[in-house]
């Protein structure tokens, strides 16, 4: 069974930085693309960046360029989300998701980690 455990949300001051980290369990890690997505209250959930297994890299460059850098480490089946200069829209709970190399959606989600950022 496929398991993604989300960690590292919080809450932190406008400016400031949070890692999160996405450990996944029941896959081979490295055929998986990985994705960080977001959603707050009463909006659709909305895709901020992924990473191939490759390590091919895309984001949501709206509302993340320059702040945001998604990373994996298939030696510990994990997927990070270092965010910087946080602020209050940046505000949501965050959820890393996995995607088979060969599929088009993403299948598998975590249950979620609370970021709050806070003036």
């Known amino acids: 069974q496929v398991q993604l455990v989300e960690s590292g949300g919080g809450l932190v001051q406008v400016g400031g930085s949070l890692r999160l980290s996405c450990e996944a369990s029941?896959?081979?890690?490295?055929?998986?693309?990985m994705g960080w997505f977001r959603q707050t209250p009463g909006k659709e959930r909305e895709f901020v960046a992924s990473?191939?297994?490759?390590?091919?890299?895309?984001y949501d460059v709206e509302s993340v360029k320059g702040r945001f850098t998604i990373s994996r480490d298939n030696a510990k089946n994990t997927v990070y989300l270092q965010m910087t200069r946080l602020n209050a829209e940046d505000t949501a709970v965050y959820y890393c998701?996995?995607?088979?190399?060969?599929?088009?959606?993403?299948?598998?989600w975590g249950q979620g980690t609370q970021v709050t950022v806070s003036s």
């Open positions: 998701a996995a995607r088979f190399r060969y599929a088009s959606e993403y299948r598998h």
């Open positions: 029941g896959l081979t890690f490295g055929n998986y693309a």
């Open positions: 990473v191939t297994w490759s390590g091919d890299r895309s």
